[in-house]
């Protein structure tokens, strides 16, 4: 974009230049000897059609329209055969439904332990507290509950 200054040193000059640059300049025309006014010369006029106001045009409101999603391309593979997964219970702990069974010997060799820790008289309170004042004496009904005595005084069976 180019850009003109001008300055004028005077409101004249100014007007001066406006009438030159707008075509309005009175200029005095030499006709021979005789000058005459330029408001007596004939300037050619170039038409210019009429012009019209704008109305403004009121267009419709647009609805956008919905575009199709593009399409996805879905490779597929054959089909493989699956074997349908059940869930994993959680493990618990099982309890046994049946009393384990101990023999003379397993209760024997605990109680061994126990002895060879120094632990004599605290077995043959065990013992009595049982009704009984050997080991052999003991009914077999008993075996399980003397074996987690044992294991209360720290004997591993």
């Given amino acids: 974009m180019a850009q003109i200054t001008v300055t004028f040193d005077s409101f004249e000059d100014m007007k001066e230049f406006a009438e030159k640059f707008l075509g309005t300049e009175k200029v005095p025309v030499n006709l021979g000897e005789k000058e005459v006014p330029a408001q007596t010369q004939s300037i050619p006029v170039t038409p210019v059609a009429p012009v019209t106001p704008i109305t403004p045009v009121q267009s419709a409101p647009v609805t956008p329209v ?15 055969q699956t074997v349908p997964v059940t869930p994993a219970q ?27 820790k ?13 009704g009984v004042e050997a080991l052999p004496a003991l009914p077999r009904e008993m075996y399980g509950n003397f074996a987690t005595a044992l294991r209360g005084m720290g004997a591993n069976i």
């Fill in 118 to 130: 120094g632990m004599q008289n605290q077995l043959q309170e065990l013992l009595a507290s049982y």
């Fill in 90 to 116: 959680p493990a618990m702990s099982t309890v046994p439904t049946t009393e384990r069974t101990y023999s003379l010997d397993e209760l024997a060799n605990a109680a061994m332990t126990l002895m060879d």
């Fill in 66 to 80: 919905a575009q199709p999603a593009p399409a996805t391309l879905v490779q597929t593979t054959p089909a493989e």
